[in-house]
């Protein structure tokens, strides 16, 4: 079976969605949480893209991989080495995958973190650990940056999502610190 005309667009309201609820639990201080949420922000609208020439059936094998999706879909748009520079950010954000599992954190350990500033912004803090643990750090501007390239590669414009960020509590974290073009989403 072939793609769907009209999975696209539903790939993309669930990536908003996803996205919204990404920055609320940035903000909240959930950040295993988050980084979940906004990694599947990210695959959610990386998979739209790929919907319009991929199956379902075929998107499955990606298996939430962001990296792998990730090359697919700067391969599959013009200049997209351009892009290249969201590679670290695609990368951090697809080790999150991992720790939504709390047997993966029992066994292994791990410290996650997705500042809602700047990676330049802020000092970084240090966090002493006796026995050396995973570490998950992102900051959520670059991730802002990211879904926003990423809609602009895709030639989707995310004023059509609007509806998806009517509550006045999802405009607010949407637009807390975000200095897209997202942020009119709230509008």
Do not use: C
């Amino acid at each position: 079976m072939g793609p769907d005309p009209d999975q696209p667009r539903e790939y993309f309201s669930f990536a908003i969605h996803y996205y919204v609820a990404g920055r609320y639990a940035v903000f909240a201080g959930l950040d295993r949480i988050a980084g979940n949420l906004l990694h599947h922000a990210i695959e959610m609208a990386i998979e739209g893209h790929l919907s319009q020439t991929t199956s379902s059936t075929d998107l499955k094998r990606y298996k939430h991989s962001l990296n792998l999706l990730w090359q697919d879909f700067k391969s599959g748009i013009s200049d997209g080495s351009s892009l290249d520079r969201f590679d670290q950010t695609v990368s951090g954000l697809d080790q999150f995958e991992t720790v939504r599992d709390p047997e993966h954190i029992q066994q292994h350990g791990g410290l996650a973190s997705i500042a809602p500033h700047r990676r330049d912004e802020k000092a970084k803090r240090t966090t002493k650990l006796r026995a050396p643990v995973p570490r998950y750090s992102l900051n959520l501007p670059e991730i802002d940056e990211l879904l926003d390239a990423l809609l602009v590669a895709a030639s989707v414009d995310p004023r059509f999502f609007r509806a998806a960020v009517s509550k006045s509590e999802a405009r607010e974290y949407l637009a807390r610190g975000n200095v897209t073009r997202l942020r009119d989403l709230r509008s």
